[in-house]
């Protein structure tokens, strides 16, 4: 198409309700590291961005930013993997497993403390 835009992946902004337990769930149980932290004020809603991989999430509690209860799919070299990983962490609100599903994928859903859910994803092998 000629002058198309060079666009690049989007970034999803998903909901929270408590920055401590987001926190705890992304960067200490899924391994993301924090890219950034805003409040407009001390007392303000926290907005962050994320990054784990070429994966950047934004995870917000401004009332309107996003749906609590949203899912995403997240697309991983090797979901099994990464499965055993997180569940040698011993997480207390979740001990993910992977599902082979019949149109070709095995996925991991874990739910977020906001009741986002997040499907890691690997396309099985042919």
């Given at each position: 198409m000629p002058?198309?835009?060079?666009?690049?992946?989007?970034?999803?902004?998903?909901?929270?309700?408590?920055a401590q337990a987001a926190r705890a769930f992304y960067l200490d149980f899924l391994g993301f590291s924090l890219l950034f932290e805003h409040?407009?004020?001390?007392?303000?809603?926290?907005?962050?961005g994320l990054t784990l991989g070429a994966c950047e999430l934004?995870?917000?509690?401004?009332?309107?930013?996003?749906t609590p209860g949203s899912a995403l799919r997240i697309e991983l070299a090797d979901v099994h993997a990464y499965c055993k990983l997180l569940n040698a962490k011993q997480y207390q609100n979740a001990r993910p497993a992977v599902q082979h599903q019949d149109w070709g994928w095995d996925d991991m859903i874990i739910a977020d403390p906001a009741g986002n859910r997040l499907i890691f994803c690997t396309?099985?092998?042919q």
């Open positions: 002058n198309a835009p060079a666009l690049k992946p989007p970034v999803p902004i998903l909901r929270s309700f408590d409040r407009f004020d001390p007392d303000a809603p926290l907005y962050m934004h995870i917000s509690e401004h009332h309107g930013d996003a396309r099985h092998q």
